[in-house]
């Protein structure tokens, strides 16, 4: 998590750059340098900066009331604000669906394709509604992005099952707004 200490803009890297993958096409651009065909050296060095300066971050304006799913490249972070509802609490919810694809022809069978994922919401008092932040098939990613909306917002994260059974992950703190 950093904090900007000019404005109240605070960031959690959810997907960090790929240190390895940039080595990789580092080498590669050598290879083909060594080798004199500079056309493939240039977008393998390219590449390479791309694949050093890519991330995924999740950035809260606390002043502003608004928030940002967004990804980093070259240092700048793309991805719209969206305004940041009044929370009451931090909400991460197992979700799946299930479809039944049945095949006419010579198989004859059906197919079930499952798609399960965690969605991050942010609560709304008094309402049946909630923002979803965002959905992701990574429980770790979920959680980092849940633990980190409810320290900056104050508000306490609730984790729903498949059951639709509850459980407080952190409480709400209500000395930090």
């Known amino acids: 998590m950093e904090k900007n200490r000019n404005t109240t803009v605070v960031t959690l ?3 960090s750059p790929s240190y390895f993958l940039a080595a990789l096409f580092v080498a590669l651009a050598a290879f083909c340098q060594y080798h004199d065909t ?7 060095i390219l590449l390479a900066l791309l ?5 995924q971050s999740l950035s809260v304006n606390t002043a502003r009331k608004r928030y ?6 070259l240092g700048f972070t793309s991805g719209p604000w969206q305004v940041l509802p009044p929370t009451q609490r931090v909400v991460i919810r197992y979700f799946s669906d299930i479809a039944v694809v049945s095949s006419d022809s010579g198989g004859g ?9 965690f969605i991050v919401l942010l609560s709304i008092p008094n309402s049946q509604q909630a923002d979803v932040v965002m959905s992701t098939s ?4 979920a959680l980092k992005a849940g633990y980190f909306l409810g ?27």
Request: hydrophobic share 35%.
């Open 109 to 117: 069978g059906t197919e079930l394709a499952k798609d399960s994922r």
């Open 51 to 55: 694949a050093g300066t890519q991330a």
């Open 38 to 44: 500079t056309v493939l050296a240039v977008p393998s």
């Open 13 to 15: 890297v959810l997907a």
């Open 138 to 141: 990574n429980y770790t990613h």
């Open 68 to 73: 940002r799913l967004g990804s980093q490249i």
């Open 151 to 177: 320290t900056v917002l104050g508000v306490e994260v609730v984790s729903v099952n498949q059951y639709k059974q509850q459980e407080v992950l952190q409480e709400a703190d209500p000395d930090n707004d």
